[in-house]
């Protein structure tokens, strides 16, 4: 598990851990939930072409920052052989957030159903 994800009020917060905040330039990430579109476990992703690097850290097996691909800017943060949550977002800097988390299939239901709750 690279990331802490939580929902708090009306906001998902992504912080990655330990080295990751150095490795993605990124010490938190807060989205409020009405920019969240959807949430899946994708294990395939990680063999998706992940576009230009910037910035942040890519060696064989790990991914972690911004990487841009066809104008549109994703934020990965996640270790092969974790199963990542994809996260859909729209109006933010990013469009997605490619995240490792201990229980991906458990935080996907719990963002999807925050969405719903709205």
């Keep these: 598990m690279v990331n802490r994800v939580t929902i708090v009020g009306r906001n998902l917060q992504i912080e990655p851990l330990g080295m990751d905040r150095v490795w993605s330039f990124t010490g938190k990430l807060v989205i409020p939930m009405e920019h969240v ?10 063999d998706d072409a992940k576009g230009l690097r910037a910035p942040g850290l890519h060696v064989p097996g790990k991914w972690s920052g ?21 996260i859909q977002l729209e109006g933010e800097r990013y469009s997605r957030l490619i995240l490792g988390v201990k229980n991906p ?11 719903i709750g709205q």
């Design 37 to 46: 579109l959807g949430a899946t476990e994708d294990p395939g992703i990680l």
């Design 66 to 86: 911004t990487f841009i691909q066809h104008g549109e800017k994703t934020f990965w943060n996640v270790v092969r052989p974790e199963r990542p949550v994809v």
């Design 105 to 115: 299939h458990e935080l996907a239901n719990l963002i999807n159903a925050a969405i």
